[in-house]
């Protein structure tokens, strides 16, 4: 079974270009099988990573960035491929 995770935070003010390279350097504890990264209006970052697992494996997943960085927590969803 495929599994994804996404990821999806919104920058602070003027502060998406350091959000985005900030996910590009988190590093999870094991390599999923695919990893893309988006950005999008509003200083949006998503990343989406591939997984072969159980819908409800424990998986690695990137964290939380410093609250300083972003205007809300994280937004998170797992989905598996039909």
């Known amino acids: 079974m495929t599994v994804a995770l996404m990821w999806e935070a919104r920058a602070a003010e003027g502060r998406g270009e350091e959000l985005l390279a900030?996910?590009?350097d988190q590093v999870l504890e094991r390599e999923p099988e695919r990893r893309e990264t988006f950005r999008a209006?509003?200083?949006?970052?998503?990343?989406?990573?591939w997984w072969d697992a159980m819908y409800?494996?424990?998986l690695p997943e990137l964290p939380e960035?410093?609250?300083?960085?972003v205007t809300r927590t994280v937004?998170?969803?797992?989905?598996e491929a039909v």
């Open 22 to 24: 900030w996910t590009r």
């Open 56 to 58: 409800d494996a424990r």
């Open 75 to 79: 937004h998170r969803w797992r989905f």
């Open 41 to 49: 209006p509003q200083d949006r970052v998503l990343v989406i990573t």
């Open 65 to 69: 960035p410093p609250a300083d960085l």
